[in-house]
């Protein structure tokens, strides 16, 4: 998306990708119809400013899933940002280089990769995604990455599973074995045990918040958040933070953003990131079959049993449970961001090229996306985009949220 406005903008760029599927990323390379988009269609347009741009190619190219306030499969997302990509090389050729190639370092004037070729440029942007998760550890029926190739196709039609971790990779990973017929049971893991919510009917209002929900003591925000949502509803209180989102944690001291992680965060990212009706339907359903699970609580270790694996935990606030059994263990528990062990970002923190926020999420950059080196200067030729960003903006992996940055990014790098 960056590489065609950047084309858009006159400007050239090179745009490496390590499979050469240059477009879909993880969450839309899926061949699964069933996993459908988090966000009505009529909000993922890929360019800001265009709002209809998805719903126009959902016309042209999918004309059955074209509504506006419905929510498509994510594979079609996926060619959507290909069909984008090729048309702007088209209308503007030689304005973007596609290598396949692994990146094994970025040096002081662009990158190298694993073959040796380097390339140079004006400034590298790191979009490199999520990460996928840290392994739960323990044995090979403990699956690392629900994402990898195949990674599902181990689980027999009647095997149980323990989940570690219930938001939306946990519910992808159970609607694509109960779309291919298993019938075994699940038990989801996570420190609250709580579910994603679900998108309500359209249209997706906002409520107006009052100065006393956005200004002053946290503990007074969210008073007056519950007590808006009593009113209006939960949707109406999340979309009108939706746009502000950002500011809101750039103006946040650090002991505040330290305070809303501990204590809120499970919470706002169920409410925040929602799933589609659908999915909660079938959520609903294998709960009343009693064949999902929730508990709360915190995995302690993994050992391998007779024939199945065995999981400690310890659950919320108590001291001892008996042990959870399952024939596989998937770790979903969401991406494993450690800026610091990745293989491009932890030599820069080495090298004093960059350094961590005060809390650990991420990379320290400055308001508009650059890095911060370790004496709190801002680089001009390192950049991030997308979840690589979290710590300076928090909300930033949906599309909504990175169109608007790259909006802004483009101009900067143009």
Known sequence: MLA????????????????????????????????????????MSAVEGRPGDFVDWLRANAPDQADPMGFAPRALYG???????????????????????????????????????????????????????RTAGGDDRVLADPWAPEALDRIGDEDDILIIGSGLTMVDVIQALDARGWR???????????????HGAPPDVHADLPETATVGPLSRRLKTARALSRNT?????????????????????????????????????????????????????????????LKAGRLESVEAGDGKSLARWRPWRQVAAEPLTADWIIDCTGPGHDAAAHPLTGPLIAQGRARLDPLGLGLDLDDN??????????????????????????????????????????????
Do not use: C
């Open 233 to 293: 509803g939960w949707r109406a209180v999340m979309e009108g933070y939706r746009p502000i989102t950002a500011r809101l944690w750039a103006e946040m001291t650090t002991v505040e953003r330290a305070r809303l992680m501990r204590h809120l965060r499970p919470w706002w990212d169920v409410h925040r990131h929602r799933i589609a009706p659908e999915m909660g339907r079938m959520l609903d359903r294998l709960s009343a079959e009693d064949r999902l699970t």
């Open 79 to 133: 060619r959507y940002v290909r069909d984008r990509l090729a048309g702007v090389e088209t209308a503007h050729p030689g304005r973007v280089r596609r290598v396949t190639g692994h990146v094994a370092a970025i040096t002081a004037d662009g990158v190298r990769l694993a073959n040796g070729e380097t390339i140079t440029g004006a400034a590298v942007v790191l979009a490199t995604g999520n990460p996928p998760p």
């Open 369 to 414: 996306g650059r890095v911060l080196d370790a004496q709190g200067r801002a680089d001009a030729r390192l950049w991030t985009l997308g979840p690589p960003a979290r710590a300076a903006y928090w909300e930033t992996i949906a599309v909504p949220d990175i169109r608007k940055r790259i909006e802004a990014m483009a101009a900067d790098l143009a």
């Open 4 to 43: 065609a406005r950047l084309a858009e903008h006159g400007r050239a760029s090179t745009l490496i990708d390590r499979t050469g599927d240059f477009g879909p990323g993880v969450a839309y390379a899926t061949p699964f119809a069933g996993h459908l988009l988090n966000v009505r269609a009529g909000r």
């Open 184 to 198: 075994g049971r699940a038990t989801a893991l996570s420190l609250r045990g709580l579910l994603p919510r679900t």
